[in-house]
């Protein structure tokens, strides 16, 4: 077991075991009820701290009693379609034998899945190549920035290699990031208009494409989030903004002071929930990207 950092990570752990169920699993609120994805981002929290080995094994277990036959993993069991937790939870299930066949039949999943892609009408209003295969958040929608970047993540953490499928989302990744740097939901211009980048889109994106394209490629990215992270404290953007830098050997030295100062922030906007203060702990003790810290007992 590894000895906390600070007072601030020792009260986010305190935070994060009351929201754990009794029957095993986390709720996204206090008081709430089970969340697949609330229970792998908390999963991955407990792994990388060292902490709570049997709130650790529960937690993995309920995902692994919640996974479907063919190996997805799904927000509830009413929306089986809603299949966007899968790579969190092979996320969560890394470093475990006990979980190494359901993260089998989830990696399996993934590689068979993609989302609704087609050839562009010459005439249609956004510029991104629909045919590009990644993944998406629901069955049968287009590919999103997000569960394709997420999915990349988890299969390079589980050990796949970079095979035709994965090699296809690098290169719609790469076709979604915008020519001023950066990333957003997953257009790139619209009627001729390029959107506006957004921190935690970037920041996933540069976590999955880490050693996986030249540094020249993603440059401007790099330099978008940078100079974002100098003011930005909301969690979910400075988490993933963190982690896509320090995939990148970029992490701020700041880094750890802007943590905290975005964990005091619920002192004036309330409680964050379970994954917003996972991803805080996780980009706080990690050196890296999220690949650096998930599965690694710990870690720090």
């Known amino acids: ?35 697949a994805d609330a229970t792998a981002w908390a999963a991955m929290a407990l792994a990388a701290t060292g902490t709570e080995e049997g709130l650790l094994g529960m937690a993995r277990d309920r995902i692994a009693d919640e996974q479907q036959e063919d190996g997805r993993v ?16 092979v996320l969560a299930w890394e470093g475990s034998p006990a979980h190494r066949e359901a993260q ?80 957003n939901y997953g257009n790139t211009s619209v009627y001729g208009q390029e959107l506006y980048p957004q921190t935690e889109n970037t920041g996933l994106a540069l976590d999955a494409l880490a050693g996986r394209v030249s540094r020249n490629d993603v440059a401007r990215s790099l330099g978008y989030l940078e100079e974002r992270l100098t003011h930005v404290r909301a ?42 203060l996972s991803l805080l702990l996780l980009s706080f003790l990690a050196t890296g990207g999220l690949g650096s810290v998930v599965g690694r007992q710990g870690a720090g």
């Open 235 to 276: 969690p979910l953007s400075l988490g993933w903004g963190l982690l896509g830098l320090g995939a990148w050997g970029a992490r701020p030295g700041n880094a750890r002071l802007w943590l905290r100062e975005s964990y005091e922030l619920q002192r004036k906007y309330g409680p964050y929930d379970t994954t917003l």
């Open 74 to 89: 799904s927000v509830s069991p009413e929306h089986p379609e809603a299949f966007w937790p899968t790579p969190l939870a």
């Open 104 to 183: 089998s039949r989830a990696v399996t999943f993934l590689e068979k899945t993609t989302g609704r892609h087609f050839v562009k009408d010459p005439d249609a209003p956004v510029k991104h190549d629909t045919s590009i295969k990644g993944w998406s958040w629901v069955a049968g929608s287009h590919s999103m920035v997000e569960p394709t970047a997420l999915s990349l993540i988890a299969l390079r953490t589980a050990g796949q290699g970079e095979d035709g499928r994965t090699r296809e989302a690098i290169r719609m990744l790469m076709d979604r990031q915008l020519s001023a740097g950066g990333w």
């Open 1 to 35: 077991m590894m000895k906390l950092p600070d007072s601030q990570i020792v009260s986010q752990m305190e935070t994060l075991r009351g929201r754990a169920l009794s029957g095993g699993g986390f709720s996204h609120r206090p008081a709430g009820e089970y969340r």
